[in-house]
């Protein structure tokens, strides 16, 4: 099992920057697959981002293309999402998820395809 712990969101003014972190605890962790996702008021889960095991292999969802960066470090057990240029409507709980993929790699773009969740986040964008 993966146990997820999510920091680094706050209150940012438009065009700001956030870094957001995801510590990760368990035997599998290396091996999987990782996810940021959103979920805006209102609004279903959305995929943000996906990083392989290695991070040699990303994702990123059209609307965050340029601006959010997936990044990981297995040797601290961490995932982060850099989250730069900020808008209004990036405001939302974000989450990290885990997929236990085994080293593979597939586009996992819908949350029913990972494992494990965080409890989210907070970011909320002022414009």
């Known amino acids: 099992q993966v146990q997820l712990v999510e920091s680094g969101g706050g209150l940012v003014q438009a065009g700001g920057s956030l870094r957001l972190s995801c510590a990760a605890s368990g035997r599998t962790f290396s091996s999987s697959q990782m996810g940021w996702f959103r979920q805006a008021p209102g609004k279903g889960r959305e995929f943000v981002a996906a990083?392989?095991?290695?991070?040699?292999?990303?994702d990123y969802a059209d609307s965050v293309k340029g601006r959010f960066t997936i990044s990981r470090d297995n040797a601290k057990n961490t995932v982060y999402l850099q989250i730069n240029s900020l808008k209004p409507e990036d405001t939302a709980v974000y989450y990290c998820?885990?997929?236990?993929?085994?080293?593979?790699?597939?586009?996992?773009?819908?949350?029913?395809?990972?494992?494990?969740w965080g409890q989210g986040t907070q970011v909320t964008v002022s414009s």
């Open positions: 990083i392989n095991w290695s991070g040699a292999s990303t």
């Open positions: 998820a885990a997929k236990e993929s085994q080293y593979a790699y597939v586009r996992a773009a819908s949350w029913y395809e990972y494992d494990y």
